[in-house]
């Protein structure tokens, strides 16, 4: 749970020193002008963060080696490596019987969330109204309370990919524990079953200034 925290930057060079022993040429290409040890330790954290084991180190690199030329924003190298991620997301959120639990969003209300997308000075955020947003983590909650008394401990949050980090942000602090995962983080043809559809009330998604 406080693996982010404990992961030093110490511990991330000796990290990528062992890799190095196995893999040479990947690590010599991509940690260094391409992706600083600084801003890898920034992004192992953030999955650790998410809950995300960081075993399988070498597809994370090649992802961000990938992605790294285009942007060294951490948060955004966060995203794109989760999509290369997407067999160990996969199976860490199915239960016993190999299906998948899911709080969703209302379609109407993930559309009013998506068109609430803005780009501002540090970065896209959505444009909703503080008392909004407190009403959707209420609500996001009260979903997870139910579906975990209907026996489905092991929930997750699913959501278009573009709302992903906003509503993990959100989420951080008040349900910690309900993993945030965008639909293509899912391969392909997984069972995925609802828990609990999240819906808003009409007034309590009014633009912001109305």
Same mark, same amino acid.
């Given at each position: 749970?406080?693996?982010?925290?404990?992961?030093?930057?110490?511990?991330?060079?000796?990290?990528?020193? %062992?890799?190095?022993?196995?893999?040479? *040429?990947?690590?010599?290409?991509?940690?260094?002008?391409?992706?600083?040890?600084? #801003?890898?330790?920034?992004?192992?954290?953030?999955?650790?963060?998410?809950?995300?084991?960081?075993?399988?180190?070498?597809?994370?690199?090649?992802?961000?080696?990938?992605?790294?030329?285009?942007?060294?924003?951490?948060?955004?190298?966060?995203?794109?490596?989760?999509?290369?991620?997407?067999?160990?997301? *996969?199976? %860490?959120?199915?239960?016993?019987?190999?299906?998948?639990?899911?709080?969703? #969003?209302?379609?109407?209300?993930?559309?009013?969330?998506?068109?609430?997308?803005?780009?501002?000075?540090?970065?896209?955020?959505?444009?909703?109204?503080?008392?909004?947003?407190?009403?959707?983590?209420?609500?996001?909650?009260?979903?997870?309370?139910?579906?975990?008394?209907?026996?489905?401990?092991?929930?997750?949050?699913?959501?278009?990919?573009?709302?992903?980090?906003?509503?993990?942000?959100?989420? +951080?602090?008040?349900?910690?524990?309900?993993?945030?995962?965008?639909?293509?983080?899912?391969?392909?043809? *997984?069972?995925?079953? +609802?828990?609990? *559809?999240?819906?808003?009330?009409?007034?309590?998604?009014?633009?912001?200034?109305?």
């Amino acid at each position: 749970r406080h693996a982010c925290e404990l992961l030093s930057r110490d511990d991330t060079q000796e990290l990528v020193d %062992r890799l190095r022993e196995r893999q040479a *040429t990947l690590v010599n290409e991509v940690i260094g002008d391409l992706v600083p040890m600084g #801003l890898l330790h920034r992004v192992l954290q953030n999955l650790l963060r998410d809950g995300i084991p960081i075993r399988d180190l070498t597809q994370i690199i090649e992802a961000l080696g990938d992605h790294a030329g285009k942007t060294k924003d951490p948060g955004m190298l966060t995203e794109l490596t989760r999509k290369a991620l997407v067999r160990t997301i *996969t199976e %860490r959120s199915l239960d016993s019987e190999e299906n998948i639990w899911s709080i969703v #969003l209302a379609p109407s209300l993930e559309y009013e969330l998506c068109n609430s997308l803005g780009s501002g000075p540090d970065g896209e955020s959505l444009n909703m109204a503080p008392d909004q947003m407190l009403a959707l983590g209420r609500e996001l909650v009260e979903g997870w309370k139910t579906a975990v008394g209907n026996g489905h401990d092991q929930t997750v949050f699913l959501c278009d990919r573009r709302l992903r980090p906003h509503l993990a942000s959100l989420l +951080s602090r008040q349900l910690p524990q309900l993993p945030v995962v965008a639909y293509d983080e899912l391969v392909p043809g *997984t069972k995925v079953e +609802s828990a609990v *559809t999240i819906t808003l009330e009409a007034e309590e998604m009014a633009p912001v200034g109305a």
